[in-house]
């Protein structure tokens, strides 16, 4: 069974940038779809970005379209998140997910993933 691991998170002033990771501490993520997610206080978890298998499809939510980039390392096995021109409202706890599915797709709805890490938290003072 795959685990995940997200580091990055930290503190930063807005309009400054974070990098997200998620690696692996058991199994391997290649031909697995990946998605990063996040959870406000008091908010439900939502979809951020998402890759394909392959790397070759991406899809963001409207609210980081533009400002964010998610994109995967067959070599090293990650996927990372790169943030810029973060904002207060971005402040959250990150998920990386994973999942398999049959074909090469990109996924952005939190119920089709199976695998999860533990998060990392992501604070953006104003």
């Known amino acids: 069974q795959v685990q995940l691991i997200e580091s990055g998170g930290g503190l930063v002033q807005a309009g400054g940038s974070l990098r997200l990771s998620c690696a692996v501490s058991k199994g391997t993520i290649s031909g697995y779809a990946m998605g990063w997610f996040r959870q406000a206080p008091g908010k439900e978890r939502e979809f951020v970005a998402a890759?394909?298998?392959?790397?070759?499809?991406?899809d963001y939510a409207d609210s980081v379209d533009g400002r964010f980039t998610i994109s995967r390392d067959s070599a090293k096995d990650t996927v990372a998140l790169q943030m810029n021109s973060l904002k207060p409202e971005d402040t959250a706890a990150y998920y990386c997910?994973?999942?398999?599915?049959?074909?090469?797709?990109?996924?952005?709805?939190?119920?089709?993933?199976?695998?999860w890490g533990q998060g990392t938290q992501v604070t953006v003072s104003s």
């Open positions: 997910a994973a999942g398999r599915f049959r074909s090469d797709v990109v996924v952005t709805i939190e119920r089709f993933y199976d695998i």
């Open positions: 890759i394909s298998w392959s790397g070759g499809s991406t």
